[in-house]
């Protein structure tokens, strides 16, 4: 009997493995064990490929000590707030998170440590216009997420900025256009000059 439930022990701990290997994790089973801020120089409108912002993480001292114990990597990422989430269902919130759409960009994973934490980051060039907010995710040994923490309330309305995407247009470019309209006018006067010059050569001879 004992090999016997032994043996059952074992099936039954890897139908547990196999069923949160398919079902994966749920957000809301997650605990909100981080601080994180977010904040920058230029406020809460923030251009893509420009401007930067400065994200601060830290372990939530209100949970028990040792809650982090299990915790080995951390990752920032950049979500859509629920404004620029509406009739768009590829940014959908689903609890699932293997199946989740509304932090679609990542800003930086790194071992995890429990303070002192900092990131600076230059907001990517590919960040299309819309809100957002800042979100961490930590992970275990086996990459399975087992906690969270993010700068916004939970309802996410609070403390949310705005990203500007590039536009496909440069200051550069335009000086570039407008030199270049004045070089064409400049030669088509100089062309109907030469020409008119020509025909009154013609004329006398």
Not at 98 to 108: A, G, L, N, V
Not at 114 to 130: C, E, K, L, M, Y
Not at 177 to 188: A, D, E, I, M, Y
Request: hydrophobic share 35%; glycine share 6%.
């Amino acid at each position: 009997m004992d090999q016997f439930h032994a043996m059952f022990a074992v099936g039954y701990l890897m139908l547990s493995c196999f069923a949160a290997t398919c079902y994966g994790v749920t957000f809301s089973s997650l605990h909100k064990t981080l601080i994180v801020s977010a904040s920058s120089p230029q406020g809460h409108v923030l251009k893509a490929g420009e401007d930067e912002l400065t994200i601060k993480w830290e372990v939530n001292q209100t949970f028990p000590p040792g809650t982090d114990s299990t915790y080995k990597t951390v990752k920032l990422k950049l979500c859509y707030a629920p404004e620029s989430q509406k009739d768009r269902p590829w940014r959908k919130t689903v609890d699932d998170l293997k199946k989740d759409k509304t932090c679609q960009h990542t800003i930086i994973a790194r071992p995890y440590t429990p303070s002192n934490n900092s990131f600076i980051w230059t907001v990517d060039r590919d960040i299309p216009s819309a809100m957002f907010f800042v979100r961490a995710y930590v992970y275990d040994g086996q990459g399975v997420a087992v906690g969270y923490g993010q700068n916004t309330d939970r309802s996410k309305t609070a403390d949310l900025f705005t990203v500007h995407a590039i536009t496909g247009r440069h200051v550069t470019i335009d000086v570039a256009s407008v030199c270049f309209s004045v070089f064409s006018v400049g030669s088509l006067v100089g062309f109907f000059y030469m020409e008119r010059r020509k025909g009154k050569v013609s004329l006398v001879k």
